[in-house]
């Protein structure tokens, strides 16, 4: 019995070590995962229990909205810059506000791990802002700040523009958009113009392979002749240059021309008189 079991459990081995394994696997999926997402999908969040969430696009945009508050343009350093082009969006920690209104943030810069406590400085912050909270900011990095004896990298939010800056942002906006207009509308002339152009070009071509072809005899070219003449297609409408092209084109054999000569004398009888 006892060498029995012995044996049982040698048999058992495999499979407990296959399932050991295979749980020490599905452990390490959500750091194995990790290493392979982007940067933006590192913006997102851990959820509890330590399984990462990553952050949507949507989400990231209604965030980034709410960080604007509706002022796409501010001013840095004496220049008007649009925010969503020139500056960083950075979810960082509040560490403390010192007396000269400067923030001491720390948190993920986008360049370590999420759990990097860099602190940085940051100017022109006009919200609430409460030491261990999570701020949702647009910067731009404009220099270093000397925090006690640290140098710290310098982040600027902005200020918000005057009346007359938000007008002229608006005369501006208006006026790129009209010369855009404008310009797509003068574009879509020359192609119409170089379409026509190309159009001419063609039809004047074709008219002197015609007469090319006519001039040497060809029924398929008399025929064609025939026919600009009857509709007045690239040369001036006459009837009897027509009927002449077409009985050429008809006696060098072309049946086209014989059913166009054929219907042009129809054409032409009178209908019977009514009784």
Not at 190 to 218: F, H, P
Request: hydrophobic residues 35%.
């Amino acid at each position: 019995m006892k060498t029995a079991t012995v044996r049982d459990l040698r048999n058992q081995f495999p499979r407990v070590a296959a399932w050991i394994a295979l749980t020490v696997l599905v452990s390490l999926l959500p750091s194995l995962g990790l290493a392979q997402l982007t940067r933006n999908q590192r913006m997102g969040a851990y959820a509890p229990g330590g399984s990462y969430v990553p952050e949507t696009a949507q989400a990231k945009q209604q965030r980034l909205d709410a960080a604007l508050g509706g002022h796409d343009y501010r001013k840095i350093g004496g220049r008007i810059q649009y925010m969503r082009d020139v500056s960083l969006f950075r979810q960082w920690k509040v560490e403390s506000t010192l007396h000269d209104g400067i923030l001491i943030v720390s948190g993920y810069s986008g360049r370590a791990p999420p759990n990097d406590t860099e602190r940085r400085a940051v100017k022109n912050y006009s919200g609430e802002a409460i030491a261990g909270r999570d701020l949702n900011i647009l910067v731009k990095r404009t220099g270093t700040y000397r925090y006690g004896t640290e140098t710290l990298e310098l982040y600027d939010c902005g200020t918000l523009l005057t009346p007359a800056e938000e007008r002229e942002i608006a005369a501006n906006a208006r006026t790129a958009q009209e010369t855009a207009q404008a310009a797509a509308q003068d574009r879509a002339a020359d192609a119409r113009a170089t379409t026509a152009e190309r159009a001419r070009v063609n039809a004047e071509r074709a008219l002197k392979e015609d007469q090319a072809d006519a001039a040497k005899g060809d029924a398929d070219g008399l025929a064609r002749m025939g026919v600009r003449y009857r509709d007045g297609y690239g040369v001036e409408k006459d009837l009897a240059k027509a009927e002449e092209y077409l009985t050429k084109a008809a006696n060098a054999g072309s049946r086209h021309a014989v059913r166009v000569l054929a219907e042009m004398k129809q054409d032409a009888t009178p209908p019977p008189a009514k009784p």
